[in-house]
């Protein structure tokens, strides 16, 4: 296998290492990097198997997972984690976590960017998507920056939110189910 690195004006994105693990649990354990997350602040051991999964996936073949270190251009410590993950059809999602003092400084955008340069330029994917949490507005103007479009609706799919439901009249909910 060859080391994977992406070198932009800024940063660049290089295989994540078993030394990288306190850094990464500065910004998995950091209980305000990981507000707009899935997941709640790590520990050092669930780092730790982090760490150990993304060096595994560069071993992997084929290979179908890129976790990847953010780092300063010029410089080895990780300052984020980026992730592209491929799926069927020439796609792939991606998603990244940056450490909250290099939060502000365009330098998501240039994650994202580095993330589609490895998809469109090296894998040959053609299409590649992002998701975030409602509340990270933070995150959708990166990704706006970057380039991409709100899908807006996925076709032939349908939700309801908790707050945009209201009973029908005569609906008699009372004792109709219990719920063990």
């Known amino acids: 296998m060859t080391p994977l690195r992406l070198i932009g004006p800024s940063l660049a994105l290089r295989e994540v290492e078993p030394e990288d693990t306190g ?12 507000r707009h997350l899935s997941f709640e602040p790590r520990t ?7 760490t150990a999964r993304s ?27 980026a992730r592209l993950a491929t799926e069927p059809q020439q796609a792939a999602t991606i998603g990244f976590a940056l450490h909250p003092a290099a939060w502000g400084k365009g330098l998501g955008t240039e994650t994202v960017h580095l993330l589609c340069a490895l998809g469109f330029n090296i894998l040959g994917l053609h299409r590649i998507w992002a998701a975030r949490a409602p509340l990270n507005e933070a ?10 479009t709100e899908d807006g609706r996925i076709r032939d799919h349908y939700s309801i939110l908790e707050h945009e439901w209201a009973p029908v009249d005569g609906l008699d909910t009372d004792g109709a189910a219990e719920i063990n």
């Open 139 to 148: 995150s959708a103007r990166t990704l706006l920056r970057a380039g991409m």
């Open 44 to 50: 050092r051991e669930q780092v730790e198997a982090i």
């Open 23 to 34: 850094d990464l649990l500065a910004i998995y354990g950091d209980p305000e990097a990981t």
């Open 55 to 81: 060096v595994d996936s560069a071993q992997a073949t084929p290979r179908t997972d890129y976790c990847l270190a953010v780092t300063r251009r010029g410089e080895h410590r990780l300052i984020g984690y």
